[in-house]
């Protein structure tokens, strides 16, 4: 697996704006996130002070910083999110007010391309004195957000902010400069994204450098000398084509992975394959929830030993899972595999969509897998990362969907709408999905090529599903996966239909043995959606005051009308005479009414009634 | 659960006749029955001197006594099918065929009653010597196939003979008269069915009497002397109302615990409702394999210890699965139950049903889990019950289908077509159900009542099925299993419909532990079909020398060309390079070229990917 071929195949990610959403799940979240979470978003930056912490560091304002030392990521992150919606749809008065942040933010940039507000503000002197005070972390977001504010709307003037800061970061730092590794990571994924948009070479050499700087005693700064954190929290305990395990804090550790991923696009480097090859295999067999959520620890907001996958203080912070979808996207991308996108897929449905309110203006830093019903959703928080990578994340995710493959195209999620595509050797194919996925496991893809041709359609066949059938134009079709992809290699003509039938019964989830928390519990998924029992449906209940009987029927019930339309699973109580349990996908939990929630519930019994 | 109230609350079965199987599964296997396999059998017993016995017994014609002890059963089993055919369709040659062989066997009976051609020709000396020679199994079989014959045409002649022989034995045997353990079991069940027919309560008696008999010490012959068999072979062990274990000959236990269900429909005792539960639990759980196949040892062709279930030797004889379908029958009409209808339908769609060749003129009395290739059907055997018990189980088999409750009805098998029903309370109502089932999870049930009015319609939700949706009339109800049913309680009216969809997903099936012979093996079941691997599909690979790796997808594909129209599954090697692997359902192996089978297959990986 580890070999420079493979990587050398890698497929090519999609544009999200090449792909138009039209369903009944996503489509009301994009226009809830365009209306209601930009707009929340950008008002909580102006009412904390973030924004005016870029007056105040170009002098255009009086007073003293306010926040914490990364606020300045959370508005590059809300420009990103919004020009997001921009490419989606045009919103000149939207435009407007990011062009005018963005001009504080141009004037605050320092002469030699500096950009850091707190420094600037409150201590010049303290610049690039501890690895981990976020300098770097504040410019990736700043790179990340000037790319897609000019790719929106055509505008230099954050791209060259962006590349100011980078040249300056080029000037101090590199092979026979100074040292620095980045207390948390995020400019390296950047710096590649600025290599994309510009083609200029530093830029991914820079984010190389800075990955081969991490592990070798370079970190200097107050989390290096606590001696409960150290190095490992911040991925820097270990060079990086050694890694074997995943440590330290869990959105730092899945960036860091993340910009591996899209380095070794570039590089080729064989040593990084299997490096990501072992961390990833280390994160999903024993530090993973079902939820996808990653990092069980407030400590250190991150990781701690295998299988320590506790319920009520899993941190599993919004973030994190977002993350991993980005890290998950890269991996399929590199290596070609479903299993990676089947991981994409959860964070969608699950851990990184439990993150945000129906509403849009409610947010969970923190991702609990049960609750005894003091965890909220709340409007903002101080160290307000997760709501604002929710406004980038969202409206990206279309660029999920597919990929381009070098012998065709590949359908990664399975999402109602239109995408006009083109194969990994640029023959345009236009396709079309009708589905009510997630709540039902039938496809309908039409594929229009502007030519007909030979071509591959490969259809991730998602990890949880056992049995399918597929017709292509009312034909049986036996096409058994490779890679987790079903591969439909054809003369395709426009018009074609391919029908895809995926089982998608109940699952009851059993954790392995390892996994002390949920010993003799299970929990309840269908396709990708995992259930929760949560204390508005069950009011008669207390928190870990019963017990499922998970052998005996469930019903499975679509119910349009509750909490934006989602589908319902009820089982008997295993206690005689209790109502049924209720359950909800956990992604709607915390919407309503205060209350309890389990997503593991303790088993009444698990008997295996027949010998065999 | 063992309460005396519960068996007083009993449910009814439905004669066979009020159901008309319309479908594409078993619509087809009834015209085969019909044509093929009765003809065959008489012809058989034609030609094997079965009938001849007869003539022989009665004086009509001279020579010596053929076959073994039992062979009159054959007969008479092969007379009862018939009739049941008759019962579905008339036709008249049939019947004089049968009106002659009657008239032998009418011949036949001694002029005190006795009857059972083998001591009359051969050794009327040793007549009532040794309970093991089936004088009474004979005899129940012919009071069986009186019923029947009676039930089909109005004729009373074999009825005559029947009770005249029951009332022989009610001469003999008794309180107070002499003591009787019969060595195969069979007569009990009969003699109730000769009471049903007659309402003569001297004929339960007598069983419940015969039942009673068993484990007091009273068995005499040459198998309560062997030791390596001894008393617990034919179930004389242990008084019935005492049993904790299923033991010695499948089939004979099986019938014992059919007549014992009987029995205690009649008599009420709740010590038969324990030992019944009891034995039952230690069955299922211990003793059975996932064919619904019981007996897994030649010697004794019955049961050995627990969890002893070898594939390639398993014994599991054709005439113990549908002995399960008798038993678990009347359990379920018993205790009001779904548990039991599952295992008439485990039998119904694997373990009885491989014992007949899509043909219908060839037969297994084996029925291994597992073959090399030198297992195959045959058109008779010298000890023929398994075909004759075919030919009287696969004609009735309509009366699984519903079942009569106390308010209302309940549906235990999902087959196409059209029933006329009675609530308990003696209200009509019609059904008709649309379905393909075996291979599709969706049922509509079309309920007509004569009157609208308030009833209750139960379905059984099939323990394989966990997800499940209903409407009626096109609406959403929440309806929970309650005893592993959907009890919808309303006011029905003409013409209201219900649409059950239940999930039917591909399940990777795993052994309890303790099964020694399955160890790092899985099966494959989709809904209540079992699979199986078979050379003719798959002839590259050699016994045992393939891994399945069930952790991928799997190709579900019908193919109405296929072996009668069946679904396949086609799932990868996990050995990269090799073809896919193809199965079918286990019933309809060996009706091709000769080739190995394996339903439980060795397993690549059982790897749980996420550590959740």
Known sequence: ????????????GVPFTSVEIQDAFWRPRLEVLKKTTVRTCLDQCEATGRIANFSKAAGLMDGEYEGMYYNDSDVYKVIEGAAYTLMLERDDKLEAELDMIIEKIRAAQEPDGYLST????????????????????????????AVAYFEATGKRALLDVACRLADHYDSLFGPGKRHWAEGHEEIELALVKLYQAT???????????LLEERGHGHGQGEIWNKPEWGPAYCQDDIPVREIERVTGHAVRAMYLYAAMADVVNVSGDPAYVGALQRVWSHTVERNMYVTGGVGPSVHNEGFTHDYDLPNESAYCETCAAIAMAFWNHRMNLLFGEAKYADLVETELYNGALSGISLSGDRFFYVNPLASQGAHHRVEWFHTSCCPTNLV??????GQYAYAATSDGIAVNQYVGGHADLETGCGKKVEVTQKTNYPWDGTIEL??????????SVRLRLPGWCKGYRITINGEQTVILPKNGYLDLRRHWSQGDIVLLELDMPVEVVRSRPEVDANRG??????????????????PDLSYDGFKISPSGGIYVEHRPELLGGLTTL?????????????LIPYYAWDNRQPGFMQIWMTEADNKQLYSH
């Not at 697996?1 to 090519?12: G, R």
């Not at 980038?392 to 995710?397: G, H, K, T, V």
């Not at 519990?521 to 069950?538: H, K, S, T």
Request: hydrophobic share 35%; net charge neutral; aromatic share 12%.
């Open 1 to 12: 697996m580890s070999t420079i071929e493979q990587v050398q195949k890698h497929w090519q």
């Open 118 to 145: 707190y420094f600037t503000v409150c201590a010049p002197e303290l610049k690039w004195s501890d690895m981990e005070k976020h300098e770097m972390y504040n410019g990736g977001h700043l790179i990340e957000a």
């Open 199 to 209: 083609k200029q070479e530093r830029y991914w050499k820079l984010a190389l450098w």
């Open 392 to 397: 980038r994340f969202i409206p990206s995710i």
């Open 446 to 455: 039409t594929v229009n090529p502007e030519q007909a041709r030979d071509f």
């Open 521 to 538: 519990r299970v929990a309840l998924q269908r396709g990708p959606i995992v259930y929760c029992l949560e204390q508005q449906d069950n």
């Open 570 to 582: 009820t089982v008997n109580s295993a206690q005689p005479g209790e109502k049924p349990y209720r």
